[in-house]
């Protein structure tokens, strides 16, 4: 839309690069503000002249938002603070605890129109319709469906969850919206005045239920999530860009806010290679990594032994239960250890969340077992972070 573009264009011509993500949160909350005091006024008014407890509630909807939107400014601001003593990593969570308060906002409103239209459908109450009315609510649901665009088109440019989050909201508000327009015509046409309770009572309930899906993207984001796959193949390319590393395992994100990364990293290097060189080696892959994800890591140096024919063998043959056991399983550091004339291997078995890891280790040291009796089999079970 004309009005979208104008005030992105705006926005990208007064700041640069590095303050342009700030200034379109503060850009999405003003102007959510603006918007939903005029709709809030607008609709209480029609409300109350039609005596429709949806219109009336939907115009404290929209008195919500707007608290929703200083939120949104608010997050955006203190996200921006720069690292200090009591915040090494930054201020960026802070983010997901504004989005998280917008999903609190949105479960009162939920709570406040589903208790006015119980109330509503038990005593019901006459609904004066005017087409004036109907046209100014068509109005309102044309504003929020501009906001819910406005506010996709810069969740977008800067993946800031709270516009996501007040996008989502200002789709809801369409949904309500229109749920009231439908009442007040079947109101109109059927004399059905009951319906205003029940449409207000069903439209509490898909609020509830939006705000609970803002509430877990938030948290989700906030308790950590795992990195994208795009992101874990370029971290292990560019580790193993770097002779003599042969192999990368164990890779961990840690996400502070929006370009805030925090990462570690196992490369498997030859056990004969030079101390020097697989130091320089991997610290060319984490300043490379660092200059282009914008990711500090730190990669620590896992020696595999090349040269033993008998580890060769035995890797080669676990290899082999494994996949004969479930090819989605993965595993690293294969150990070979003699002692006292006995053999014993070890590694770290990788399995999917969905999978019983009692189960599996067991089955496993089974089939170990059948194949290999006179080897001991040390089976280290993990999820993946990735």
């Given at each position: 839309?004309?009005?979208?573009?104008l005030?992105?264009?705006?926005?990208?011509?007064?700041?640069?690069?590095?303050?342009?993500?700030?200034?379109?949160?503060?850009?999405?909350?003003?102007?959510?503000i603006?918007?939903n005091?005029?709709?809030?006024?607008v609709?209480f008014?029609?409300?109350?002249?039609?005596?429709?407890?949806?219109?009336?509630?939907?115009?404290?909807?929209?008195?919500?938002?707007?608290?929703t939107?200083?939120?949104?400014?608010?997050?955006?601001?203190?996200?921006?603070?720069?690292?200090?003593?009591?915040?090494?990593?930054?201020?960026g969570?802070?983010?997901?605890?504004?989005?998280?308060?917008?999903?609190?906002?949105?479960?009162?409103?939920?709570?406040?129109?589903?208790?006015?239209?119980v109330?509503?459908?038990?005593?019901?109450?006459?609904?004066?319709?005017?087409?004036?009315?109907a046209?100014?609510?068509?109005?309102?649901?044309?504003v929020?469906?501009?906001?819910?665009?406005?506010?996709?088109?810069?969740?977008?440019?800067?993946?800031n969850?709270n516009?996501?989050?007040?996008?989502?909201d200002?789709?809801?508000?369409?949904i309500?919206?229109?749920?009231?327009?439908?009442?007040?015509?079947?109101?109109?046409?059927?004399?059905l005045?009951?319906?205003?309770?029940?449409i207000?009572?069903?439209?509490?309930?898909?609020?509830?239920?939006?705000?609970?899906?803002?509430?877990?993207d938030?948290?989700?984001?906030?308790?950590g999530?795992?990195?994208?796959?795009?992101?874990?193949?370029?971290?292990?390319?560019?580790?193993t860009?770097?002779?003599?590393?042969?192999?990368?395992?164990?890779?961990?994100i840690?996400?502070?806010?929006h370009?805030?990364?925090?990462?570690?990293?196992?490369?498997?290097?030859?056990?004969?290679?030079?101390?020097?060189?697989?130091?320089?080696?991997?610290?060319?892959?984490?300043?490379?990594?660092?200059?282009?994800?914008?990711?500090?890591?730190?990669?620590?140096?896992?020696?595999?032994?090349?040269?033993?024919?008998?580890?060769?063998?035995?890797?080669?043959?676990?290899?082999?239960?494994?996949?004969?056991y479930?090819?989605?399983l993965?595993?690293?550091?294969?150990?070979?250890?003699?002692?006292?004339?006995?053999?014993?291997?070890?590694?770290?078995?990788?399995?999917?969340?969905?999978?019983?890891?009692?189960?599996?280790?067991?089955?496993?040291?089974?089939?170990?077992?059948?194949?290999?009796?006179?080897?001991?089999?040390?089976?280290?079970?993990?999820y993946?972070?990735?």
């Amino acid at each position: 839309m004309l009005m979208t573009n104008l005030l992105i264009k705006t926005v990208k011509s007064k700041y640069e690069n590095n303050r342009q993500r700030s200034a379109f949160g503060i850009m999405s909350g003003a102007v959510g503000i603006i918007c939903n005091i005029l709709l809030c006024a607008v609709k209480f008014t029609v409300g109350t002249l039609s005596k429709s407890v949806s219109i009336t509630a939907d115009a404290v909807n929209n008195l919500t938002d707007a608290f929703t939107n200083i939120v949104t400014i608010a997050g955006t601001k203190l996200s921006q603070k720069p690292v200090d003593k009591e915040h090494p990593f930054g201020h960026g969570r802070i983010e997901y605890i504004s989005a998280i308060i917008i999903s609190f906002s949105i479960f009162i409103m939920s709570f406040e129109l589903g208790k006015s239209s119980v109330i509503k459908i038990i005593h019901p109450e006459k609904i004066e319709y005017s087409t004036v009315y109907a046209v100014i609510l068509a109005l309102a649901i044309g504003v929020k469906l501009w906001m819910g665009y406005f506010n996709s088109k810069l969740y977008k440019i800067t993946d800031n969850v709270n516009l996501k989050a007040v996008c989502r909201d200002s789709l809801n508000d369409c949904i309500a919206t229109a749920a009231t327009l439908i009442s007040l015509i079947l109101s109109k046409a059927f004399g059905l005045y009951v319906i205003d309770g029940i449409i207000g009572l069903a439209v509490s309930v898909f609020i509830l239920v939006s705000g609970i899906g803002i509430l877990k993207d938030a948290a989700g984001s906030l308790l950590g999530e795992p990195p994208s796959k795009e992101t874990v193949e370029n971290i292990e390319k560019i580790i193993t860009d770097n002779p003599p590393v042969i192999g990368v395992h164990d890779i961990i994100i840690h996400s502070y806010g929006h370009d805030r990364y925090i990462a570690s990293a196992h490369a498997e290097v030859p056990a004969d290679s030079d101390l020097n060189t697989v130091h320089n080696a991997l610290d060319k892959a984490e300043k490379r990594i660092s200059e282009e994800m914008n990711i500090d890591i730190c990669i620590h140096a896992d020696p595999v032994e090349l040269s033993d024919n008998e580890r060769s063998e035995l890797l080669k043959k676990a290899q082999e239960i494994i996949k004969e056991y479930n090819e989605s399983l993965s595993f690293h550091d294969f150990r070979l250890t003699k002692e006292m004339g006995n053999t014993e291997i070890a590694f770290d078995l990788v399995i999917p969340f969905e999978t019983d890891i009692d189960t599996v280790t067991s089955d496993l040291e089974k089939m170990f077992k059948n194949e290999m009796p006179y080897i001991k089999t040390v089976i280290n079970t993990e999820y993946s972070y990735t």
